[in-house]
C-alpha cells in the first residue's frame, strides 16, 4: 500500500495562489490514479480533481476547472496541485488521494493523505 503525506497548505488572500504537494513512499506511485479532495467545515469531502497515472489525462470539478492544475512526477514520487484565483469558498482540508475510482459519478479513493488546510481570507 502506498503512504502519502501532503505539504504546502497555509493562509492566502482571495485570489493569491498555492501549490500543495503530495510526497508517496510505499508501493509503486507511478501505477495509480491519483487525486485532489477537498472538505470544508460543515460538508462532505469532495472531489477536486484527478490525474492518470502518466500524467496525460486530467479531469476537475467544476467548480475548480481552470483555476486549478494537478501534475505530476512519478520519477519523484510526488503530486502536485496548483492552484491560482483562490476564492474564500476553497477554504478546507485539502487530502491527496491514491487509486482514485469513480462509480455512478461519484468519485472515491483507496489511499488517504492526512491533509492540509488551505484557509483564503476575503
Known amino acids: 500500500q502506498v503512504q502519502l503525506v501532503e505539504s504546502g497548505g497555509g493562509l492566502v488572500q482571495a485570489g493569491g495562489s498555492l501549490r500543495l504537494s503530495c510526497a508517496a513512499s510505499?508501493?509503486?506511485?507511478?501505477?495509480?490514479?491519483m487525486g485532489w479532495f477537498r472538505q470544508a467545515p460543515g460538508k462532505e469531502r469532495e472531489f477536486v480533481g484527478r490525474i492518470s497515472w502518466s500524467g496525460g489525462i486530467t479531469r476537475y470539478a467544476d467548480s475548480v476547472q481552470g483555476r486549478f492544475t494537478i501534475s505530476r512526477d512519478n520519477a519523484k514520487n510526488t503530486m502536485y496541485l496548483q492552484m491560482n484565483s483562490l476564492k474564500p469558498e476553497d477554504t478546507a482540508v485539502y487530502y491527496c488521494?491514491?487509486?482514485?475510482?469513480?462509480?455512478?459519478?461519484?468519485?472515491?479513493?483507496?489511499?488517504w493523505g492526512q491533509g492540509t488546510q488551505v484557509t483564503v481570507s476575503s
Open positions: 488521494a491514491a487509486d482514485v475510482t469513480v462509480v455512478f459519478g461519484k468519485y472515491n479513493a483507496e489511499t
Open positions: 510505499g508501493r509503486t506511485f507511478s501505477g495509480y490514479m
